[in-house]
Nanobody
């Protein structure tokens, strides 16, 4: 059974850090670009970061550039999103995805995770 399972979310204060993990099962994640998306209440799901499976190229939305870092460990079939300097505008349900193509921005998704809540509150 194909699955992507996120973990590492939670409630933090502004300026804090979280690392999201996404473990794939039932398929080899290293054959796919990996994307992280988020959806805040009342808003559309948006891509925040994407990473190529071929050369490790990365893309970040301007809103997270310099604060978030995407990475992957193919040996563990896992992708990560390190989120630093979290802001009050970052709260959302975060989803990882295995995309069919890297460009543009991992928008063609083959598999979705179930999502995990990230809350930032003072």
């Amino acid at each position: 059974q194909v699955q992507l399972v996120e973990s590492g979310g939670g409630l933090v204060r502004p300026g804090s850090s979280l690392r999201l993990s996404c473990v794939a099962s039932g398929f080899a994640l290293d054959y796919y670009p990996v994307g992280w998306f988020r959806q805040a209440p009342g808003k559309e799901r948006e891509v925040v970061s994407c990473m190529s499976h071929i050369d490790g190229s990365t893309w970040y939305d301007d809103s997270v550039k310099g604060r978030f870092t995407i990475s992957r460990d193919n040996a563990k079939n896992t992708a990560y999103l390190q989120m630093n300097s979290l802001k009050l505008e970052d709260p959302a349900v975060y989803y990882c995805a295995a995309a069919s193509v890297f460009k543009p921005r991992c928008l063609s998704v083959s598999y979705w995770g179930q999502g995990i809540q990230v809350t930032v509150s003072s």
